[in-house]
């Protein structure tokens, strides 16, 4: 296996809801010392396609990667993928689901606003909403700064954008998993203790979460990210071991969207990686730019 010395295999462009380009993110990763990086945009999967044909020589180490915005009865899941071919159907049907309903939110959380506050936009901005590739929370709530509505993007967020309970459609956990597997990916569930909002997913419920997943064919789980503390670090190191998944670790970077820097995974040095981590290094597929060019 190739040693990395440094890894992030969580971070959004502006084809989801970053605020770097694909090409830009390469900057930034370098910048940053990462030797090998993932980019996983909400249902969306383009930018790895930028990414390939701007990497050159030199650059680092590229893992195509996506992350799917999951619900069922029982809470919300973020299962990422890793190595897929993405030019496989199942993912590409999958994404384009998502955009689906994530375009409806969108038009059912500009209608809520309005009725409930009185919050409109300007036609060309709302255009531009409707013209992004995946718009989310943080499109709107700059908006709102951008009017006046909220004093920041988090106020905008928790004390309006959220308010809106919908009903809309969604992409159930298991059809994330079953669409990853089937184009040669390793699915993995994303910063595992974190459901939506403020939950925390501790315990038991966490076990019983991950032996369901599991059960639709989850291979892996998040165990370094950005905002864990050691002890959720070490407990889902330790569900890990138990049920033999794959280990990875992201930032979950987005730019000036969020407060989080690349690279910024809580991670030591490959002399630290657990054996999950190892094995996800030496099953997954890995675009090198020293060998593709």
Known sequence: MKIYNKIDLHMHTTVSDGTDTPA???????????????????DAADGGAV???????GDPAFIY????????????????????DPKADSVRELINTGHIHRMNKLKQRLEFLLEQYGFDFSDTDKKTLFSL???????IANL??????????????ENYI???????????????ITAILDAGGIPVLAHPSYG??????????????????IGFGLKGVEAFYSEFSPKLQAEILGFAEKYGLYVTAGSDYHGKNKLVLPGDTNLGGPDEYPGGLIRFLN?????DPDKQK
Do not use: Q, W
């Open 283 to 287: 099953d997954v597929t890995v675009l």
């Open 133 to 139: 590739d995946n718009p989310g929370k943080p499109h």
């Open 196 to 213: 939506r909002g403020d939950e925390l997913i501790i315990g038991s419920d966490m076990d019983e979460r991950l032996k369901k997943l």
């Open 144 to 157: 709102m700064v951008k009017y006046g509505y909220a004093k920041s993007k988090e106020d905008a967020i």
């Open 65 to 84: 990667g996506v992350e799917f915005s999951c619900r069922d009865e029982e809470g919300r899941y973020h299962i990422l993928g890793y190595g897929y």
């Open 51 to 57: 990414i390939e044909k701007t990497l050159k020589k």
């Open 162 to 176: 959220n308010k809106h309970k919908s009903k809309e459609k969604y992409i159930r956990p298991e059809e994330a």
């Open 24 to 42: 830009e993110i390469i900057g930034r990763v370098k910048d940053a010392g990462i030797t090998l990086f993932s980019v996983t945009d909400h």
